[in-house]
């Protein structure tokens, strides 16, 4: 079982907006402003594209967004593309580790 | 342009020891101010933080690995290296270098090495 929970699958058609959820605890996601999220395309490293919550890499469209609410997160991603269809992971700092969510599978219809 | 690239057996037997080795191009270990590390995928799975290492040599590693990681750097070659022991088939992953700003923030990774564990 995952530390950090996200839901296994989301869709969307194209040009729509999708949000990901990443439910913590008060002793990572709620209780630090690191949280990061990666895309991971099949046989793929995974990519950073939102770090310490809400900021994007240089390079990462302005379509993905990062938000946080209590001890839960969220990844937004507007306009949704073809080559947005990958597993997201989110991830959060906790006292002396990082903690990783089970992942997210994102299908673009 | 930072590259990491991972090296090793890509077969290894239950009870061994693991050793895999990150080289880093573009960047110098010895003066970043970037945390260096390992994470891992066991196929069709999640990814799992193994640990860091910050070029002062302080070493920051899973609770649940802990007793059976190691973390080091070889600055003069400008690498860093993963051990880890008493290997099962639990620990058949790709296993991936990467670099990090802190707070796990993973902005840099190298490509992966498949790492499994059978007789």
């Known amino acids: 079982q995952s530390a950090l929970t996200q839901p296994p699958s989301a869709s969307g058609s194209p040009g729509q907006s999708v949000t990901i959820s990443c439910t913590g605890s008060s002793n990572d996601v709620g209780g630090y402003n690191y949280v990061s999220w990666y895309q991971q395309h099949p046989g793929k490293p995974p990519k950073l594209v939102i770090y310490?919550?809400?900021k994007r890499p240089s390079g990462v469209p302005d379509r993905f967004s990062g938000s946080k609410s209590g001890n839960t997160a969220s990844l937004t991603v507007s306009g949704l593309q073809a080559e947005d269809e990958a597993d997201y992971y989110c991830?959060?700092?906790?006292?002396?580790?990082?903690?990783f969510g089970g992942g997210t599978k994102l299908t673009v219809l | 342009q930072l590259q990491l690239q991972e090296s090793g057996p890509g077969l290894v037997k239950p009870s061994e020891t693991l050793s895999l080795t990150c080289t880093v191009s573009?960047?110098?270990?010895?003066?970043?101010?970037?945390?260096w590390g390992w994470i891992r995928q066991p196929p069709g799975k999640g990814l799992e933080w193994i640990g860091t290492?910050?070029?002062?040599?302080?070493?920051y590693y899973s609770p649940s690995l802990k007793s059976r990681v190691t973390i080091s750097i070889d600055m003069s070659k400008n690498q860093f290296s993963l051990t880890l022991s008493s290997l099962t088939a639990a620990d058949t992953a790709v296993y991936y270098c990467?670099?990090?700003?802190?707070?796990?923030?993973?902005?840099?990774w190298g490509q992966g090495i498949l790492v499994t564990v059978s007789s």
């Open positions: 310490e919550v809400n």
């Open positions: 573009g960047d110098s270990i010895s003066t970043s101010t970037y945390y």
């Open positions: 990467m670099r990090e700003k802190g707070g796990g923030s993973s902005f840099n």
């Open positions: 290492i910050f070029n002062t040599g302080s070493t």
């Open positions: 991830s959060s700092f906790a006292v002396g580790k990082i903690i």
